[in-house]
């Protein structure tokens, strides 16, 4: 029994073995033993074929360097402008000096009048205008001392009667004239009170020794003669109408006829301006008080005052009048009449001498052809 007992474990065993042989399993921690004779391989081998690999690049990407942020440039100041130094005067000061922006160049470069010296500069142009038919001439004036500046009357006083515009300024020895007031109203001039009677239906043009310049319409402003002169006056002119006060336009005329003019305007101390206006003729009609407003403030005037004008309207430049002085009613072929007074211009000193005419060095002016 023992031994068909044996036998049967045996078999079991081996049956066991076999059939996990046939099924392939490889179980771990099982050792299962076969002895195989070795296969002999008659076919030469199939080489795998070398493959020489490229070496492969080892790619870096290089960072750019970073560069330091652009800065925007800051603007660049504009530079402070050097001050225009003070012109240096070219003599002493002197009593009645009244401005020190007396120019140092010439003013009358491009005009059709010029008169240059360093006490005074005088520019004239002659201005047509076709389309309007108006002629008129613009005198831009220049003064370094107030005795620059004189108010001369007929055959050289006061209630002498009337004179040639011509005969008048050769004998003042004036470079520049034009009619005045004609002796309307309260009359100061060159400092001194002449008459002190003060017409309230005409403007005054009051020019004081600092140099400055106010046009007043007697009535509406309040004129009152003697406030004025605590403030030093140099001269008084009554005519009008007041045309500009304060850089303004102030006069509203009903007035429209056209005639020959003369005004007198103001820019700043020692600076001043005298227009004539030509007219009555088919070529220069002459001007409205309206336009004569316009034309004012046009020119950058502060005040403006219409002087004398009609018949009267005239300006004498170095002994010549350069206007074409209207003849309505005077029977002189050449126009123009005789003046009680004249506005003038020249190198007075302080007691109202100046050079004759002719003997003013003829580098000095200069009068178109």
Request: hydrophobic fraction near 35%.
């Amino acid at each position: 029994m023992k031994i068909q007992k044996r036998a049967l474990c045996l078999l079991l065993c081996l049956s066991f073995i076999l059939g996990a042989a046939a099924c392939g399993g490889n179980e771990p921690n099982q050792v299962v033993a076969v002895t195989e004779q070795p296969v002999q391989h008659t076919e030469t081998p199939t080489q795998t074929p070398i493959v020489t690999e490229e070496p492969t690049t080892q790619m870096f990407i290089v960072a750019e360097p970073s560069h330091a942020p652009e800065r925007t440039p800051a603007p660049t100041p504009t530079p402070t402008p050097t001050p225009t130094p003070t012109p240096k005067p070219t003599r002493d000061p002197l009593p009645g000096d009244i401005t020190n922006k007396f120019p140092t160049y010439d003013t009358g470069v491009n005009a059709d009048y010029s008169y240059q010296s360093e006490e005074l500069r005088i520019a004239i142009d002659k201005v047509e205008d076709e389309d309007l038919h108006q002629v008129y001439y613009v005198a831009d004036i220049w003064i370094r001392n107030i005795s620059a500046f004189r108010t001369g009357f007929g055959n050289g006083a006061y209630n002498h009667g009337t004179e040639d515009a011509e005969d008048f300024v050769e004998r003042e020895h004036a470079v520049l004239g034009v009619n005045g007031s004609y002796n309307n109203g309260v009359l100061f001039h060159n400092g001194e009170l002449i008459r002190k009677t003060v017409d309230a239906t005409y403007g005054a043009m009051v020019l004081y020794n600092d140099g400055t310049m106010k046009a007043y319409n007697v009535s509406k402003d309040g004129f009152n003669l003697t406030r004025e002169m605590k403030k030093g006056i140099r001269h008084i002119w009554q005519f009008g109408p007041v045309l500009v006060q304060e850089g303004k336009g102030t006069l509203k005329s009903k007035y429209r006829t056209r005639h020959p003019r003369n005004i007198i305007g103001y820019y700043e101390p020692g600076h001043y301006v005298l227009v004539t206006v030509d007219g009555r003729t088919k070529k220069a009609i002459g001007m409205t008080e309206e336009e004569e407003v316009e034309l004012m403030l046009s020119l950058g005037c502060q005040e403006a005052m219409n002087l004398d004008g009609g018949t009267s309207a005239v300006m004498v430049f170095m002994g010549e009048i350069i206007s074409s002085p209207s003849n309505m009613g005077t029977g002189r072929a050449e126009g123009g009449r005789k003046l009680l007074d004249m506005v003038l211009f020249g190198e007075f000193d302080a007691e109202g001498n100046a050079p004759a005419l002719a003997d003013i060095p003829p580098e000095k002016f200069r009068i178109a052809e």
